[in-house]
């Protein structure tokens, strides 16, 4: 009987894991050959440490010492970078607009698209809850996902434009402005109507040495315009139209989006220009939303 145990494992020693349990590592040990029972002379370490290390993420060196019937096994535990966020902090990103995927940019977590990729908005993109080895890992998703977007946008633009078509006639008044104070001869007020212009003219009073006095007389010539259908009211609302709708455009895909293709096409109807924008662009469509736990 003592010949048959001599030089095999009967227990184990493990030293060195904080956060990895004793039974992971033995399990990871057991599935590469080393457990209770196994002839512990002559370990290939370098070649068990090859085969157990893949079975331990968070594992970074691995040893097994025998002594007597005593597997003595040492660990070296990897080193995590501190936390940047609290724990209840933890988040998906989702898609903010449908669109195709071109690209996708996990910094953390787990992507669940890939290139190619037809989604919708609000579709997880990159997810805060991993599988691991221990179970289920939440954290933070952060990264970029860039699609495909296509939009349809309208605008509508008044046709009822007016421009000058010459003087109807015009109209002189005359002040005087003594210190703060004017001194009108004429009645009324000085409103203008929508089609009006008005000149002011200011002539200081000065005397023949050069004295000024605070005496100013105020000539004020008001004209009025008769107006006429705006030539090429069509175009120029066109014209208006297509930028409000470019700008629209860029202000929705932000400065890193980038606009493909544009078509436009437009309608006239009731005195209005209807405007449309068909756009094909990139962008980043990831949205981070907060990861609901309980």
């Known amino acids: 009987m003592l010949a048959v145990s001599a030089g095999r494992i009967w227990g184990f020693e493990v030293s060195g894991n904080d956060t990895v349990a004793t039974a992971e590592i033995l399990q990871a040990l057991e599935r590469c050959g080393v457990a209770v029972g196994t002839r512990g002379v002559g370990l290939d370490q370098d070649d068990l440490r090859n085969r157990v290390l893949p079975l331990l993420p968070d594992v970074v060196y691995l040893a097994v010492n025998v002594r007597g019937c005593t597997a003595h096994v040492q660990v070296v535990e990897r080193t995590r970078p501190p936390h940047l ?51 289920v890992r939440l954290m933070r998703a952060t990264g970029t996902v860039r699609a495909r977007t296509w939009y349809t946008l309208t605008v509508p633009v008044p046709l009822a434009a007016a421009e000058r078509a010459g003087e109807s006639g015009h109209v002189t008044r005359l002040s005087l402005d003594a210190g703060r104070r004017r001194i009108k001869f004429y009645g009324g007020g000085s409103v203008l109507g929508a089609d009006c212009a008005k000149i002011t003219e200011y002539r200081p009073a000065v005397l023949p040495f050069g004295l000024r006095l605070p005496l100013s007389l105020v000539t004020e010539r008001t004209v009025a315009y008769d107006t006429a259908p705006a030539r090429n009211a069509a175009e120029a609302a066109r014209r208006e139209g297509e930028a409000q709708l470019l700008y629209q455009l860029r202000q929705t895909i932000g400065e890193d989006g980038a606009v493909l293709h544009t078509a436009f096409s437009r309608e006239e109807r009731n005195g209005w220009l209807y405007v449309t924008l068909r756009a094909e662009c990139e962008e980043q469509i990831g949205m981070e939303v907060p990861l609901i736990t309980e």
């Open 85 to 135: 966020y609290r724990d209840s902090d933890v988040q998906n990103i989702v898609a903010c607009r449908d669109g195709l995927v071109t690209e996708v940019t996990a910094l953390d977590g787990a992507a669940a698209v890939s290139p190619g990729d037809t989604v919708t908005a609000g579709q997880l993109l990159i997810s805060g809850a991993a599988d691991s080895p221990r179970g």
